[in-house]
């Protein structure tokens, strides 16, 4: 009976720590909102995300511009683009990004948190950096430029729609996320300490350990890959820097567990060789 209860114990652990890790990251990244905001963070400098934040806001100014003052968009593209770079280049482009990204993270939390059904979609505003880019072009003479209203471009991130269906999820998550790592360590330590042979019981768990990892691993590479079709208002390479910015802290945390797993398992080893002998 009393190994019995060890090896579910055991088995009931191994299997956690994959989930227990995933769930930790999930809620790490979308929860808290300065959680969000450091994950994101990085975005901000991605020459894809710089290049799509760009084209963007270019489009939008030009045609601004063009409703307001009647000049022809291929006349004021040019400088445009330049006055946009010129603003992304600006050390207020750090600011208006972690606060474009606080909005998402709020926008984000409406939605997974809301009880009724949403239209419309998730995105980053690019409004704020309307007023640096306002400032560039009156500087470079563009007619009517300090009249300029604000730009109301965005980039947006995926449908609320689809956002809602991972509710389920979500609560799960929010519920249990920070507690399932300790659940998985206690249900570890409990198996072994019941175990009739500790070291080889520590061994063989710390082998399911990597097991689950490995296959965790595996999970995540195979998401990359449905990056683009699960970000389809995004570019590709878009979608794929989004995606492996937010999971950044996902491989560091495999990582870490996985040595851990390694060394243990290198001790128990060591130990039960030692008692053979």
């Known amino acids: 009976m009393r190994s019995a209860v060890a090896f579910l114990l055991l088995l009931v652990g191994v299997v956690l720590v994959p989930v227990a890790a995933a769930g930790r990251w999930g809620y790490d990244v979308v929860v808290p909102a300065d959680g969000f905001v450091e994950t994101v963070a990085p975005l901000a400098t991605s020459p894809a995300v710089v290049d799509e934040v760009e084209d963007r806001l270019t489009t939008a100014t030009t045609s601004r511009i063009t409703q307001s003052t009647g000049v022809e968009g291929a006349q004021v593209e040019p400088l445009v ?21 606080r909005d998402v993270h709020r926008q984000l939390l409406v939605v997974l948190r809301a009880d009724t059904s949403t239209t419309g979609s998730v995105g980053l505003s690019l409004a704020p950096l309307s007023d640096v880019v306002r400032r560039e072009l009156v500087s470079a003479g563009i007619p009517f430029a300090d009249q300029l209203p604000t730009v109301r471009a965005t980039v ?21 996320g920070p507690v399932l790592p300790f659940v998985a360590a206690v249900l570890l330590a409990l198996g072994v300490l019941l175990a009739r042979r500790r070291a080889s019981a520590l061994a063989r768990a710390c082998l399911g350990v990597l097991l689950g990892l490995g296959l965790l691993a595996v999970v995540v590479l195979a998401a990359r890959v449905a990056a683009a079709e699960a970000l389809p208002s995004l570019p590709t390479p878009v979608a794929r820097a989004v995606f492996d910015t937010l999971v950044a802290g996902l491989w560091r945390d495999i990582a870490l567990v996985a040595v851990g797993a390694l060394v243990v398992l290198l001790g128990s080893v060591l130990v039960t060789r030692g008692t053979r002998r």
């Open 81 to 101: 683009r330049v006055a946009v770079r010129q603003a992304i280049a600006d050390p207020a482009y750090a600011r208006v990004w972690r606060s474009s990204t």
């Open 156 to 176: 947006p991130l995926a449908p609320s729609a689809d956002l809602a269906r991972a509710r389920g999820v979500f609560e799960v998550l929010e519920a249990w």
